[in-house]
């Protein structure tokens, strides 16, 4: 183990933060905090024609939210670009890379050969071996790395345990492009020396990718770091992850209503575990997150697991906080304020994501007339207006409007009419709601307040 653990999360700004790289960038954050190590932030932006600024602000406005931010600065792999040409140009001074002056179309071609003749379409390694005077004078080469031709390449991966390949079965990749640029696997392995990454925790899609690194690393005779590959995250049907099965932006799930502090929750559910515990704060992940515990199957999404676990973060949330997210999706007053501080407690056990109580608390954030609907209006008959019009007037001469003496002056009435409360309490909700379900109508009339109240039924009972 080295003396300081260092991970790092390193994104591509091509599109949006998404639920796997997040997951990713939680991992390698947990694994630093309980090691007392770096978790750092690198924006790989070397593709300068599809990295864009509003990708870059949309990673890390997602891993603020998420509380995921780096313990330093994020570095941006595109400043270091003359750091990774030098050290292609090292490897080439040091006959361990060579100038390969294959064109496109000659690839193109013995890549076609190839596939007709049943062999392996890798480079053939032809300018291995050839010299200077043979290169041909209209033709930019490209740098490859000579990669060793026996033996294999191990990896004694975290999750996956020994992995190995063949030598045989690598070719001898490009590190420096024609035009002068570095390729991907040089940036990153030139980054995560410099960075004294100790750890490198990402996707199991990028583990071919780490056999190549590796004997770029041997090359330049320095350490590689540690690596663990992640499986992916599939849909609830074990399918590839698709916008259905919630491969969206992190944003979209803040959109959605979802908590931040539930998606974290959930995401380290996912593919990782501790016992039976579903509930686990960031502080307990820090404690109990061990590489060895993450799953070698891939995870799967499941939205209904998400929203249920959502639903029990949002028991917890103070009302408060909880009406300044209902903010953010529904425009509150002063008034609405007060609804809702007065009703929020029943309406949170019945709601799992800040949308789902924005949607069940709109009778508190309406005006008059309430709309009623359909379903509703059939409470709403000759006989029921004129126990709305009755109930109006008791309740109107009571002293204190409290739910205590709301239900008793209706349970009062009830009886004296000889009815059952349903026959009263729809299409109380019917004039108060608009709906055929609430809460308890004794704590709807009192979170409304008397003039609210009263004013609603006299809108319906006219």
């Known amino acids: ?48 024609k599809r990295s864009t600024p509003e990708a870059i602000k949309a990673i890390t406005d997602g891993l603020e939210w998420l509380g995921l931010m780096p313990d330093k600065k994020p570095v941006y792999q595109s400043k270091n670009f003359e750091q990774h040409v030098a050290i292609a140009r090292k490897l080439l001074a040091e006959g361990k890379a060579y100038h390969c002056y294959s064109t496109p179309e000659e690839l193109q071609e013995k890549r076609k050969k190839a596939r007709a ?27 490859r790395l000579k990669a060793p031709t026996t033996g294999a390449t191990v990896i004694m991966d975290c999750v996956q345990g020994e992995v190995k390949v063949d030598n ?10 024609s035009d002068g640029t570095p390729t991907y696997m040089l940036s990153v392995v030139v980054d995560d020396h410099d960075m004294k990454i100790s ?15 590796t004997q770029l690393f041997n090359a330049l005779g320095w ?6 590959h992640i499986p992916l995250i599939h849909g ?20 959605m209503g979802y908590l931040p502090e539930a998606l974290i929750n959930y995401l380290l559910r996912l593919g990782w575990s501790h016992g039976d515990d579903e509930i686990i704060s960031i502080k307990q992940a820090v404690e109990w997150f061990k590489l060895e515990n993450i799953n070698k199957g891939a995870a799967r999404f ?16 103070d009302n408060d906080i909880v009406i300044q997210l209902i903010g953010k999706h529904s425009k509150i007053d002063k008034t609405f304020n007060l609804r809702l501080k007065k009703g929020l407690s029943s309406l949170k056990n019945k709601s799992n994501t800040i949308l789902e109580l924005c949607d069940n608390a709109h009778f508190y954030l309406c005006n008059r007339p309430v709309s009623i609907e359909a379903d509703a209006l059939k409470f709403l008959n000759s006989d029921a207006l004129v126990y709305l019009e009755e109930i109006k007037t008791r309740l109107k001469f009571l002293s204190t409007w409290t739910e205590e003496e709301i239900k008793s002056e209706i349970n009062h009435y009830i009886r004296a009419k000889n009815l059952k409360l349903v026959q009263l309490a729809q299409p109380l909700r019917a004039a108060i709601c608009g709906t055929t379900v609430s809460p ?23």
């Open 199 to 213: 750890h490198v925790i990402r996707g199991d899609d990028h583990l071919t990718n780490a056999f190549r690194q």
């Open 117 to 143: 003749e049943g062999r392996s379409i890798r480079y053939d390694g032809t300018w291995r071996h050839k010299t200077p005077s043979e290169a041909p004078s209209d033709v930019q080469p490209v740098i």
């Open 440 to 462: 308890s109508i004794f704590e709807v009339l009192y979170a409304l307040g008397k003039e609210e109240a009263l004013g609603r039924i006299s809108d319906v009972a006219r």
């Open 223 to 228: 350490q590689a770091p540690i690596y663990a």
């Open 302 to 317: 499941d939205f209904g697991k998400l929203s249920a676990l959502n639903g029990n973060y949002l028991q917890t949330i």
């Open 236 to 255: 609830s049907d074990g399918t590839k992850m698709s916008k259905r099965h919630g491969a969206l932006g992190i944003e979209k799930y803040r959109e």
């Open 168 to 177: 045989s079965q690598l070719d001898d990749m490009i590190i420096l492009r």
């Open 1 to 48: 183990m080295p003396s300081k653990i260092t991970t790092r999360f390193a994104p591509s700004p091509t599109g949006y933060l998404h639920i796997g790289g997040a997951r990713t960038a939680l991992f390698n954050m947990l694994f630093a905090r309980q090691t007392g190590g770096d978790y750092l932030l690198r924006i790989e932006d070397t593709d300068r």
